[in-house]
């Protein structure tokens, strides 16, 4: 049985929380250095206007940071009720009295001066659970960079070009003829593991406490699904046949027209990006990659690259490749513990460069087989970023859970109406991202960064 999480990191130190605060900061600034129009546009119905998110995380962090931890009287208590993510749904939240641009900038940034007053004068051992190891800053800083990645599938959904920094990622593993990346599996050996944590101080409460799970040897994919496996389902017929799906995935994908991953389109076809295919400098199946499949990121039409993990797919589609592979969606105790009961499969050490592509070092996640050094101990690679793996497991509480710091943040998504997703994305930052880290989300989700990988029984 392996230990329990090996001896915590040194809670954060002031310093190092400084610098947290400042790099959530610089992205959410960056991603909303755009004309004020598209910053009060709603681009989609799932998502918030830019502006919202953008004065939402100064107003969370004026909530918690000053007045929760620090005592401070509200700054602007009449606008606590147009930013609470409770009170009005994404959809409603363009015809709110919102902060303009400029207004919101002015209002978070005023936040922010007052919370570098706060840290400077807090006690980081105060028992106080919220300021115990800097939590309370561990929580906005973590809440800030999950709304940059919501900007940008809000960006991504919004069709513009020129918006979004690219970037080089390490290249994949070269393929042999004739190999399925697919049928590359890593097994794992049965016996108890620790799931969950109790030691890491900025973990949230729905991943505590550690608690023990046995399971029985299972194999798990090696690699996340890539875009080549996903067009053999296509190409298999798979949008058209029942046997694979869910009954409620199955009414789904037939009354909404769905067969391929959101942002796709096929050479010739209308689609959702059909109309931005007259762009594009050269010819379908010729193309690299391709096998004449295109997909739009970020505005720009471009072959869909067959070694890339495959992103933009629902719960309900990659349950069912799943099943047309003759496999299954690993439950999230089994994507757990193939990370092997560390921060990160690789161990304990902040993530570098070679080991996991997180932090929008390019826009997109890199190839299979490019992180060899991110491996855990059983062998699988690219557990953490690139996209996040939806899991089987609904989204429920870990025996002994308990609320912090409020109901709100775990505790009333608990039940069957979330599937768990884990490991991160491209666009993840590194500081919110670990093993035991569990995101959720409905099962029909297409636009945020989502892939999985398959699992199996062993025998
Ligand atoms: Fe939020």
Not at 42 to 63: I, K, T
Not at 87 to 98: I, V, Y
Request: with cysteine; proline share 9%.
């Amino acid at each position: 049985m392996r230990e329990r999480h090996a001896p915590p990191p040194p809670a954060a130190g002031k310093e190092l929380i400084a610098t947290e605060l400042a790099a959530a900061r610089a992205r959410s600034l960056a991603y909303t250095d755009v004309e004020d129009d598209l910053l009060v546009r709603q681009h989609s119905p799932l998502m918030s206007p830019l502006v919202w998110d953008l004065a939402h995380v100064g107003n969370y962090e004026e909530l918690w940071v000053l007045r929760a931890a620090g005592g401070i009287t509200p700054l602007r208590p009449e606008i606590d009720d147009i930013y609470d993510a409770f009170k009005h749904p994404r959809k409603d939240r363009p015809s709110l009295p919102l902060l303009g641009p400029a207004e919101a900038r002015r209002y978070i940034s005023g936040v922010r001066g007052r919370v570098l007053d706060v840290l400077d004068a807090v006690d980081l051992e105060d028992p106080d659970p919220l300021r115990a190891g800097g939590f309370v800053f561990g929580l906005v800083v973590q809440h800030e960079h999950q709304h940059d990645e919501t900007m940008l599938a809000t960006l991504q959904l919004s069709g513009e070009p020129g918006l979004i920094r690219d970037g080089e990622l390490p290249p994949g593993r070269a393929q042999e003829a004739g190999e399925t990346r697919s049928e590359d599996e890593v097994f794992v050996r049965p016996g108890p593991f620790f799931m969950g944590t109790d030691a890491l101080p900025w973990a949230y409460d729905n991943e505590r406490p550690s608690h023990l799970v046995d399971l029985p040897g299972y194999w798990i994919d090696r690699w996340p699904v890539s875009n080549g496996d996903y067009l053999a389902f296509i190409a298999d017929g798979g949008y058209d046949d029942p046997r694979w799906w869910r009954p409620e995935g199955w009414e789904w994908v037939r009354q909404k027209g769905i067969h391929a991953p959101l942002f796709w389109t096929r050479d010739g076809a209308e689609g959702d990006a059909g109309r931005h295919i007259g762009h594009r400098g050269n010819g379908g199946r010729r193309a690299a990659g391709g096998d004449g499949w295109w997909r739009r990121r970020f505005g720009r039409m471009e072959p869909v690259p067959l070694d890339e993990p495959v992103q933009h797919v629902s719960w309900y589609e990659a349950d069912a490749y799943a099943r047309w592979a003759g496999k299954r969606l690993p439950t999230e105790a089994e994507w757990e513990k193939a990370c092997g009961g560390r921060r990160f499969p690789w161990g304990d050490a902040d993530p570098r460069p070679d080991q996991a592509n997180l932090g929008h070092r390019a826009a997109r996640p890199a190839p299979v087989g490019a992180y060899p050094a991110g491996a855990g101990p059983y062998g699988a690679e690219q557990m953490i970023g690139d996209v996040w793996e939806w899991t089987s497991s609904w989204f429920q509480p870990y025996p002994g859970f308990r609320s912090f710091p409020y109901p709100e943040y775990s505790e009333v998504f608990f039940g069957e109406t979330y599937r768990v997703l884990r490991g991160g994305s491209w666009a993840t930052h590194p500081t919110a991202i670990r093993t035991t880290f569990r995101n959720w989300d409905y099962p029909i989700r297409r636009q945020i960064f989502a892939g999985f990988r398959c699992a199996r029984a062993a025998g």
